[in-house]
Structures are given as structure tokens and as C-alpha cells.
């Protein structure tokens, strides 16, 4: 069983800063690609950044500048630094993992989501 707990949203003003992180637990063997997505009221999901188990990232075009993605290996955490905050940016925040267990199973998990909201 394979465990995604995000945690770092909250309410801040336009421009202003969080940092999420997404803890991976279980049986875990290895993690690939790691990434997070957004969905804001009404919309549809959609990838805000993504990193690779090479640390390669890719952003959204409407992020890019603002918003920073990393991971550590160590501790099977990966972040979203995220700066100069607009109201466009709320939403709740999902991290996505790509996870083999030592099992040798794995495939695609979801944490549960934390609510990013961006408000003056």
C-alpha cells in the first residue's frame, strides 16, 4: 500500500509564496516521476509541473518563472515552491507519484489533495 499525504496550502494574498510538500509512504521501492496538478472550481484537472527520477522538470506555460519543482530522494518528498501567487492559481493542488512497491506492482497514486486559495 502506497501512501501520498500533501500538506502547505493555505490561504495567501496575490503575490505572496507557498511551499507544498507531498510525503511518500509504503513499501516502496522505487519512485519515478513525480508531479502535481491542480483543479480549480468548474475546471478540469490540470498538470501544474512534474519531475523525473533524473530531476528533468516541465511547467505549464502559465506557471513557468513563478512556481518551482524539486524532490528528495531521501525522504520521498517532493515539493512545489510557489511564488508571486495570483488568484488564477487557486485551486486544490494533487500530487501524483509514479511508485513501484517492493512487491514489484506499482503504478500511478494520488494523495488527497490540499486547497491552495489566493485571495486579497
Known amino acids: 500500500q502506497v501512501q501520498l499525504v500533501e500538506s502547505g496550502g493555505g490561504l495567501v494574498q496575490p503575490g505572496g509564496s507557498l511551499r507544498l510538500s507531498c510525503a511518500a509512504s509504503?513499501?516502496?521501492?522505487?519512485?519515478?516521476?513525480m508531479g502535481w496538478y491542480r483543479q480549480a472550481p468548474g475546471k478540469q484537472r490540470e498538470l501544474v509541473a512534474s519531475i523525473t527520477g533524473t530531476s528533468s522538470t516541465n511547467y505549464a506555460d502559465s506557471v513557468k518563472g513563478r512556481f518551482t519543482i524539486s524532490r528528495d530522494n531521501a525522504k520521498n518528498t517532493v515539493y512545489l515552491q510557489m511564488n508571486g501567487l495570483k488568484p488564477e492559481d487557486t485551486g486544490v493542488y494533487y500530487c501524483?507519484?509514479?511508485?513501484?512497491?517492493?512487491?514489484?506492482?506499482?503504478?500511478?497514486?494520488w494523495g488527497q489533495g490540499t486547497q491552495v486559495t489566493v485571495s486579497s
Open positions: 509504503g513499501n516502496i521501492f522505487a519512485i519515478y516521476s
Open positions: 501524483n507519484g509514479h511508485i513501484e512497491m517492493a512487491t514489484g506492482t506499482g503504478g500511478y497514486y
